[in-house]
């Protein structure tokens, strides 16, 4: 069964900052898709970034980026220029074919990153 | 991406009766939906898995004769809690692809069982 850890809980980061996210992952498939989610206090899932297993090109987004480490089942999330609306939990999720023509994703427990004025 | 409208936002209910809690993808066609299950200040929980027509797929766990969840249509899932007791209170979410499109997440709705 895949596994998703984020080791820290919480996180803070001086607004314009620049903060690091982590998350691993245990899987013995090869292709997969990996995504960073954040749910702000509104609890509305919010799609960051993604990151397709077959790709070394680590992912961008404007002022987020991953750190993608496959063979050390490694994916980072960096925020740089940090903004008090990112304040929000983040979610690390993996996605695996489940059957059927559907993927499911399994997240994990989250952190809860606040960003200091 | 797809707008997912979940409704209710919020809902209270007491003990013993059943509440519906409706998925709509409201400009997407969604061949499978899945509903989430989230405690206070905890990840998601995967409950089960939808496809249209089809019956659902359950989580280890999730009793499906208390979560009833239809998928009648490509953009219509709802999940029923059946005789709902207190520690059934939380927040539900529900999500919707199709084939290998990313997941497209409803607004949530939060149950309290009184």
């Known amino acids: 069964a895949q596994t998703v850890t984020q080791s820290q809980p919480e996180m803070s980061v001086q607004e314009a900052e620049t903060v690091t996210l982590s998350c691993t992952y245990d899987?013995?498939?090869?292709?997969?898709?990996l995504f960073w989610y954040k749910q702000p206090p509104s609890r509305q899932m919010i799609l960051v970034i993604r990151?397709?297993?077959?790709?070394?090109q680590n992912a961008t987004e404007n002022r987020f980026s991953v750190n993608f480490q496959k063979a050390a089942k490694s994916f980072s999330l960096k925020i740089s220029d940090s903004q008090l609306g990112d304040a929000a939990m983040y979610f690390c999720a993996y996605r695996r074919y489940s059957g059927a023509g559907s993927y499911q994703l399994t997240f994990g427990k989250g952190t809860k990153l606040s960003v200091i004025p | 991406g797809a707008v997912v409208s979940q409704h209710p936002s919020r809902v209270i209910c007491k003990s013993g009766t059943s509440v519906k809690i409706e998925c709509r993808s409201l400009?997407?066609?969604?061949?499978?939906m899945f509903w989430y299950r989230q405690f206070p200040k905890k990840s998601l929980m995967l409950m089960a898995t939808s496809n249209e027509g089809s019956k659902a797929t359950y989580e280890q766990g999730v009793e499906k004769d208390k979560f009833l969840i239809n998928h009648a249509s490509l953009t219509l899932s709802t999940l029923t809690v059946t005789s709902a007791h207190p520690e059934d209170s939380s927040f539900y979410i529900c999500?919707?692809?199709?084939?290998?499109?990313?997941?497209?997440f409803g607004q949530g709705t939060r149950l309290t069982v009184v």
């Open positions: 990151q397709e297993a077959y790709k070394q």
């Open positions: 899987t013995s498939e090869s292709d997969y898709y």
């Open positions: 999500s919707v692809s199709s084939g290998d499109t990313e997941a497209f």
């Open positions: 400009d997407f066609q969604a061949t499978t």
